[in-house]
């Protein structure tokens, strides 16, 4: 096999433009045309806390495995932004390719020996050939779309195809505009240079039963399919898409045809205290509520956390998490809300929390989170992240099993409290620490007065030992009890296994593409990821069966990893840390050598106790 | 023992409301408050109201933040579903609880710390939204729980208990509500339950946010001389703007009424009248109406309520209303049923919708 066979479908690139300029059109569209030309793909977009002018950069990934984890290795760069072509220079591998804009002179510091510098001059094209100030910067953009289809081999009419779709119809002078720039582009590429190079994309079929998507988009849709009907929030990035998506998917499923009026009341709260409130209100009225924001907003509404835990609300909460602390860096992923999810609010206080691997997982668990808060009366987290929220992922097409029902949980409607003599809110009828609610308005009978003040189990107020330790007991059995209806860890086992990788999330795809990597070398790993919280009794046991885990997070503090110690019996001596908190996507190169290096310090250790 | 509830007993004989209900039947577990606390005469004149509207009572919420005022939502309609929250966040629990059942009668009960210091964003969004919720301040100028701390709604050289005044001006809810566009404005005083029960049933009926602060003195930590939230300043700085009566839709409005004031105040002369008719068909009419005032109109009211309080005098009544209210709903554009009640089958889309909505994210 030669070299260059192998970097078909095998590559990496990046785009680096200035913000605001149209590029992430352009981007898209690069992403979904590889997409529809079957080829397993990714695209992370590394954008500023900026509307106009700071630098932004577009990865995509290629890989024929499936590999689609963020790779810090570009192949080729497509450097349109003057201000960074230094260190876009700078991250090319040897022997990468360098695309820029030719119509200005590029000083010849920033040449790099194996490095091709391919020069085309995009601007100079679009301004002959477009006339408003604006289309030409647009179709600045737009042309190196074109440049790149013919250098990667990139099939034009898939693109033509994905331009008439989105610009069929009223849009059609923006469809002939666009394809003229990104003919400008192509024809300019194939007549100056060899044509493709040997990163290049060839069709497959990879993608016949999959879709490009976000994991917000995803998630707000599953919302809708849960039938929530209350959702309240408070712009924050990288969130807001997430209710974005459930207010276009609410204009076209939960609209009376008759009538115009709409089946979901959608609230922008003032700011993330009065999101949860709406949450939470709407919630103890009996709807399924929920709101959407990240780490900054959690932090806001801990207070409004701890009434729901204590006086048992059903309320989802989707945690789009960002590097912190405080404003921290807004448009970055990380992981670093587990621990703060996990106990959020003062006091003894413990939450169910679901962790999505992709936007395929978002959807689903957004379902799931209304069913466990309902059926569990408490608060659940669905803790996505930056890159799985924001970023385009290709999943598998998202299946809807008509038999579902909502699982309501211990709801007593009029008729059942006929039944009964007497109802109280918070006994334990069943002995499974979850009792029974009404909902406010359906019978006398069912009133209660819900307080986050310190309680008896037939729900007056108490400032008595006893009567306070009997209820926060019994919640906190409730909790615990719930270990087993979260999503259970996704365990990939190797006979004679004698360690184990954990890990949580959007780290999946590294640890995957890692895995593989580490088992060229003939050592054995067992693979965890954890999906839900509390952790299920399988945790403990995947944890207890490895001399040595890794577990593979985002995050400084190693949050996952002081939860597995917290949370099961397994000894501090049997995990070990892979990290990786900078912002960016994990990737299978930070986990082989995290892996490695730990084995090394382990190796090390062992001989000296012996 | 940290919770009282009352003895059962109802005397055969009790006056019935439309339901077959007493007012012992509105009532709620012992009031915890000081013996003399405004905020009980303000339970008192609610648990009036509501019988007197014949609400029922598992069709009522009482929703409320944290602090003495915040106590009274269990001092009254036991029978109804009751939401202590968090402190200075009852409108945001209320606000979510509308929007899944807008069926329900919304009481907010605050006080003057819960909302106009720590709950004062809230305050003003859920004046801004319209919730349809009569919102109650019980106002009375200090912080009782924590002994006697100046709230924001002290006014300028009152003095607490210690002789200290303040210094800070007073945020003014009323006029915070006109500005805000609030479309139910009210003052009144814990101890004027003629004015207060009328108001309270105007409220509750009002389709929107219906804002009634209550002057309510605290017996214990600013009743002394020197306040201007006592109960011997508030009578002697009241004014009256307008005697109010309330009638639901159904009800016939008389020509003229005799409020239950004027049983022990018939000097009073018989004034002018004037009737305003709600958008649910229900009319308030207010009488000795004061000739310069207009309680439609939102900018006359904050003109004369702020010449007045150059005066010192304290203005109370029903003091604006906008007949016309679109509630938050109407603004949402919700369906007419109560949204946490919809059959799944209209909230999910289905398998089929998801398939052809794949095709666009090819």
């Known amino acids: 096999m030669t070299v260059e066979l192998d970097r078909v479908n095998d590559f990496a690139f990046k785009i680096g433009t200035v913000n605001g300029t ?66 876009d220079i700078e991250e090319l591998a040897p022997g990468g390719w360098l695309l820029h804009d030719s119509s200005w002179p590029m000083a010849d510091t920033l040449r790099r020996d194996g490095v091709t510098f391919i020069g085309v001059p995009l601007a100079e094209i679009c301004v002959s050939e477009f006339e408003a100030a604006r289309e030409r910067i647009l179709m600045k953009n737009i042309a190196y779309t074109g440049a790149l289809a013919a250098l990667l081999d990139i099939d034009m009419e898939v693109i033509r195809t994905l331009l008439e779709e989105t610009f069929g119809g009223r849009k059609k002078h923006l469809l002939d505009s666009n394809f003229t720039a990104i003919k400008l582009g192509y024809d300019y590429v194939r007549t100056h240079y060899d044509c493709p190079l040997p990163i290049r994309v060839a069709p497959m079929s990879a993608n016949d039963d999959s879709i490009l998507i976000d994991g917000n988009t995803a998630a707000g849709l599953g919302c809708v399919f849960a039938g929530a009907t209350v959702a309240a929030w408070y712009p924050i990035t990288p969130s807001t898409s997430l209710v974005d998506g459930f207010t276009a998917f609410a204009k076209r499923f939960r609209v009376d045809e008759e009538t115009g009026l709409s089946r979901v009341a959608i ?53 789009i998490e960002r590097v912190g602390p405080s404003t921290g860096m807004p448009t970055r992923t990380q992981q670093g809300d587990l621990l703060l999810c996990a106990y959020a609010s003062h006091g003894d206080t413990k939450h169910i ?39 385009d992922w290709v999943v598998p097409k998202l299946r809807w099993d008509d038999r579902y029902r909502p699982d309501r949980g211990k709801v007593l409607d009029a008729d059942d409290l006929e039944k009964i003599e007497k109802f109280y809110r918070y006994l334990d009828v069943d002995g499974d620490g979850i009792p029974y609610r009404t909902v406010p308005g359906e019978s006398p009978k069912g009133a209660y007065f819900t307080r986050g003040s310190g309680h008896t189990k037939y729900g007056t107020y108490t400032e008595d030992s006893d009567e306070y330790l009997e209820v926060v007991d019994r919640l906190l059995r409730k909790i615990n009890g719930a270990a087993d209806a979260v999503p259970a860890p996704e365990i990939r086992s190797r006979p004679e296994a004698r360690f184990g990788l954990v890990s949580i999330g959007g780290c999946d795809g590294a640890v995957r593409e890692a895995l593989d990597e580490l088992e060229e070398e003939g050592e054995r790993y ?29 995050n400084r503090d190693a949050q996952l990893k002081s939860l597995l110690l917290l949370e099961t019996t397994v000894g501090k001596e049997r995990l070990a840390s892979v990290l990786s908190y900078g912002g960016l996507p994990m990737s299978a190169h930070h986990v082989v050598s995290g892996v490695r290096e730990r084995l090394g310090v382990g190796v090390q250790q062992e001989g000296a106790s012996a | 023992m940290t919770h009282i509830a009352k003895p059962r007993v109802i005397h055969p004989r009790l006056e019935k409301n439309e339901l077959g209900l007493t007012r012992r039947d509105y ?16 339970t008192a004149a609610l648990v009036e109201a509501v019988w007197d509207l014949a609400v029922p009572p598992h069709r009522a919420a009482k929703l409320s933040g944290i602090g003495c005022s915040s106590k009274t939502s269990a001092y009254f309609m036991s029978q109804s579903h009751g939401f202590n929250s968090v402190h200075g966040r009852m409108p945001s629990i209320a606000a979510g609880a509308n929007a899944a059942n807008r069926d329900l009668v919304y009481i907010g009960i605050s006080g003057d710390g819960d909302s106009l210091s720590i709950g004062l964003g809230q305050l003003c969004h859920a004046i801004r939204r319209n919730l349809n919720l009569i919102y109650l301040l019980e106002n009375n100028g200090v912080y009782g729980l924590t002994k006697g701390q100046f709230s924001a709604s002290a006014d300028v050289g009152s003095k607490s208990r210690r002789g200290v005044p303040n210094e800070q001006p007073p945020i003014d809810p009323v006029l915070l509500s006109l500005t805000l566009g609030a479309t139910f404005v009210a003052r009144s005083f814990s101890g004027d339950k003629d004015q207060l029960v009328p108001i309270l049933k105007a409220g509750i009926r009002h389709s929107g946010f219906a804002m009634v602060d209550v002057i309510s003195p605290c017996v214990t930590f600013n009743d002394h001389v020197g306040s201007t939230k006592s109960y011997a300043h508030t009578r002697e700085h009241y004014l009256e703007v307008a005697e109010t009566a309330f009638f639901e839709p159904d009800e016939v409005v008389p020509a003229d009424y005799v409020p239950q004031a004027s049983e022990i105040t018939t000097e009073i002369a018989p004034g002018e009248t004037r009737d305003v008719r709600m958008h649910d068909g229900s009319v308030v009419r207010f009488r000795h109406v004061a000739e310069d005032y207009d309680p439609t109109n939102r900018d006359a009211a904050y ?7 150059a005066r010192g005098e304290v203005v109370t009544g029903l003091l604006f209303v906008d007949p016309e209210s679109r509630d938050h709903h109407a603004v949402l554009g919700t369906v007419r049923e109560p949204l946490w009640d919809l059959p799944f089958d209209e909230l999910c889309p289905g398998s089929e919708a998801l398939d052809a909505l794949m095709a666009n994210y090819r």
Request: net charge negative; glycine share 10%; charged share 20%.
């Open chain 1, 267 to 319: 609230i922008q709260a003032e700011d993330e205290l009065a999101a949860a409130g709406i949450t939470i209100g709407a919630g103890w009225a009996g709807a399924r509520a929920f709101t959407s924001t990240s780490g900054a907003g959690i932090s806001l509404m801990g207070e409004f956390l701890g009434l729901a835990y204590y006086a048992e609300v059903p309320s989802v909460f989707f945690d």
């Open chain 1, 353 to 391: 929390c679901l962790y999505p691997r992709d936007p395929a997982e978002c959807f689903e668990f957004a379902v799931t989170a209304f069913d466990l808060a309902e059926r569990y009366q408490t608060p659940v987290f669905v803790l996505s992240d930056l890159d799985i929220g924001m970023n």
């Open chain 2, 27 to 42: 009532e709620g577990t012992m009031s915890t408050l000081c013996a003399g606390c405004g905020h009980d005469s303000i």
């Open chain 2, 303 to 309: 003109q004369y309520i702020r010449r007045h309080q």
């Open chain 1, 526 to 554: 067992d693979y965890m990821r954890v999906r839900g919280f509390p952790f299920s009794q399988d945790v403990t046991r995947f944890l207890e069966a490895h001399e040595m885990n890794f577990v593979v997070e985002q």
């Open chain 1, 22 to 87: 149209g590029s992430a059109s352009a981007n898209g569209l690069l992403m979904q045309s590889i997409f529809r030309m079957g080829v397993p793909v990714s695209g992370k977009n590394v954008f500023p806390s900026n509307i106009q002018g700071l630098p932004t950069w577009y990865e995509i990934r290629v890989n024929r495995r499936g590999h689609v984890a963020r790779i810090p290795r570009f192949d080729l760069i497509v450097a349109m932004n003057p201000a960074t072509y230094k260190r």
